[in-house]
C-alpha cells in the first residue's frame, strides 16, 4: 500500500507516492518544512511515484539525448521507445544508476530503485529526481530553480552564484559574519519567482552539503555573480549582460524549445526588475563589505 505526501515549494505543490512501511519516509527530513495537507481542487505540477524495479528490468530506450556530470550526480538522458523520457541517476558509479521515467511534459514520473541500492543512495536518488522533476515543470511558470547560494538582510534576498568551486557559501558565510542582520535562506538551490512585476527569492528542500532547509521568501533585492581575483570589484550589469550572468546558473534543458521559452521569459522579467552585478573578489571580510554597500545602497559595514 502507497502513501502520497504533498509538498509546496515557492507556491508550487508537487506530491510523493511511497509505500506506507517504507523506512524512507523518516529520512526525508528536508521536506518536512514544505510538507501540506491533500490541497483540495489543485493539480500539482508533478507526481513522483518510487518503486523497486523487478530484477529483471531493463529501460527500452531509443537513443541518448544528453550526459551530465554535476556537482554530486551523475545524469544521462534518454528518449525511451514510447516518447517519454528516462534519466539514469548515479553517484560517481556510473553504471549502478537508478531510473526515472517520465512523461514529456514532465508531470508524471517514476524512480525505480536498483534490488542492491542502500537507503543513503535511495535517498540521493529522490533529491535529484525531485529536483529536476521541479525545475522542468515549473520552466515554463515564471520560476527558476537556480544553483546559488542565498542571505537574506532586512527582509531582501541576496542571491551569489557562480562556477562550482568559485565560493558562492563562502560569501554567504563572509556576510554572515561581517553584515549584521544576515541569515541563510539556502545555501544550493533556490528558487526565484516573478509574480506580477516583482521576483521573490525562496527557500527549498535542496540545499547542498549545508541543512538549510526554510520554508521561507523574501523579495529579491538583488543577484551577484562572483569570480575570484586578486583584488575586490563590483560592476552593474545591464541588458544582455546581466543575462548572460545568470543564464548558466539555471537548472534547466535549453535544447527542449517549451523549456527554452519559458526560461528566457523569466529571465527577461527578471533583468528588468532586479539589479544584476558582477563581484570580482577575495575571499575576505573587504569583499563582503562592498558587496553589501553595493547592493544595498548604503553603508552596512567596514572593510
Given at each position: 500500500?502507497?502513501?502520497?505526501?504533498?509538498?509546496?515549494?515557492?507556491?508550487?505543490?508537487?506530491?510523493?507516492?511511497?509505500?506506507?512501511?517504507?523506512?524512507?519516509?523518516?529520512?526525508?527530513?528536508?521536506?518536512?518544512?514544505?510538507?501540506?495537507?491533500?490541497?483540495?481542487?489543485?493539480?500539482?505540477?508533478?507526481?513522483?511515484?518510487?518503486?523497486?524495479?523487478?530484477?529483471?528490468?531493463?529501460?527500452?530506450?531509443?537513443?541518448?539525448?544528453?550526459?551530465?556530470?554535476?556537482?554530486?550526480?551523475y545524469l544521462k538522458l534518454f528518449e525511451t521507445t514510447d516518447g517519454?523520457?528516462?534519466?539514469?541517476?548515479?553517484?560517481?558509479?556510473?553504471?549502478?544508476?537508478?531510473?526515472?521515467?517520465?512523461?514529456?511534459?514532465?508531470r508524471s514520473a517514476s524512480l525505480y530503485f536498483p534490488a542492491d541500492g542502500n537507503e543513503n543512495l535511495h535517498i540521493f536518488a529522490i533529491n535529484n529526481a525531485m529536483m529536476l522533476l521541479y525545475a522542468f515543470a515549473t520552466a515554463t511558470r515564471n520560476t527558476l530553480l537556480i544553483h546559488a547560494?542565498?542571505?537574506?538582510?532586512?527582509?531582501?534576498?541576496?542571491?551569489?552564484?557562480?562556477?562550482?568551486?568559485?565560493?558562492?557559501?563562502?560569501?554567504?558565510?563572509?556576510?554572515?559574519n561581517h553584515v549584521a542582520g544576515s541569515s541563510l535562506l539556502n545555501d544550493d538551490n533556490p528558487v526565484i519567482r516573478i509574480i506580477g512585476k516583482a521576483a521573490y527569492v525562496y527557500g527549498s528542500p535542496w540545499s547542498g552539503k549545508t541543512p538549510c532547509y526554510k520554508n521561507e521568501e523574501a523579495s529579491l533585492g538583488g543577484i551577484v555573480r562572483l569570480s575570484q581575483a586578486l583584488r575586490n570589484e563590483i560592476t552593474h550589469l545591464k541588458g544582455v549582460t546581466a543575462y548572460a550572468a545568470i543564464t548558466p546558473s539555471v537548472s534547466a534543458m535549453r535544447w527542449e524549445r517549451q523549456?527554452?521559452?519559458?526560461?528566457?521569459?523569466?529571465?527577461?522579467?527578471?533583468?528588468?526588475?532586479?539589479?544584476?552585478?558582477?563581484?570580482?573578489?577575495?575571499?575576505?571580510?573587504?569583499?563582503?563589505?562592498?558587496?553589501?554597500?553595493?547592493?544595498?545602497?548604503?553603508?552596512?559595514c567596514n572593510a
Amino acid at each position: 500500500m502507497n502513501s502520497i505526501q504533498y509538498y509546496q515549494v515557492a507556491g508550487h505543490i508537487f506530491r510523493l507516492q511511497l509505500p506506507t512501511e517504507s523506512p524512507l519516509w523518516k529520512k526525508l527530513d528536508n521536506y518536512a518544512p514544505f510538507s501540506i495537507e491533500n490541497p483540495e481542487n489543485v493539480e500539482p505540477i508533478f507526481t513522483l511515484q518510487i518503486t523497486e524495479a523487478p530484477t529483471s528490468y531493463e529501460p527500452e530506450t531509443n537513443k541518448c539525448i544528453g550526459e551530465f556530470d554535476c556537482d554530486a550526480a551523475y545524469l544521462k538522458l534518454f528518449e525511451t521507445t514510447d516518447g517519454g523520457r528516462m534519466f539514469f541517476i548515479s553517484q560517481g558509479n556510473k553504471e549502478k544508476a537508478y531510473h526515472l521515467y517520465t512523461t514529456t511534459d514532465y508531470r508524471s514520473a517514476s524512480l525505480y530503485f536498483p534490488a542492491d541500492g542502500n537507503e543513503n543512495l535511495h535517498i540521493f536518488a529522490i533529491n535529484n529526481a525531485m529536483m529536476l522533476l521541479y525545475a522542468f515543470a515549473t520552466a515554463t511558470r515564471n520560476t527558476l530553480l537556480i544553483h546559488a547560494s542565498v542571505i537574506v538582510n532586512a527582509r531582501k534576498g541576496y542571491v551569489f552564484l557562480g562556477r562550482s568551486g568559485t565560493g558562492k557559501s563562502t560569501h554567504s558565510r563572509l556576510w554572515l559574519n561581517h553584515v549584521a542582520g544576515s541569515s541563510l535562506l539556502n545555501d544550493d538551490n533556490p528558487v526565484i519567482r516573478i509574480i506580477g512585476k516583482a521576483a521573490y527569492v525562496y527557500g527549498s528542500p535542496w540545499s547542498g552539503k549545508t541543512p538549510c532547509y526554510k520554508n521561507e521568501e523574501a523579495s529579491l533585492g538583488g543577484i551577484v555573480r562572483l569570480s575570484q581575483a586578486l583584488r575586490n570589484e563590483i560592476t552593474h550589469l545591464k541588458g544582455v549582460t546581466a543575462y548572460a550572468a545568470i543564464t548558466p546558473s539555471v537548472s534547466a534543458m535549453r535544447w527542449e524549445r517549451q523549456m527554452a521559452d519559458g526560461i528566457h521569459a523569466t529571465l527577461a522579467a527578471l533583468t528588468a526588475c532586479t539589479d544584476i552585478y558582477h563581484l570580482e573578489c577575495l575571499p575576505d571580510k573587504a569583499a563582503a563589505c562592498l558587496c553589501s554597500d553595493t547592493v544595498r545602497k548604503e553603508r552596512t559595514c567596514n572593510a
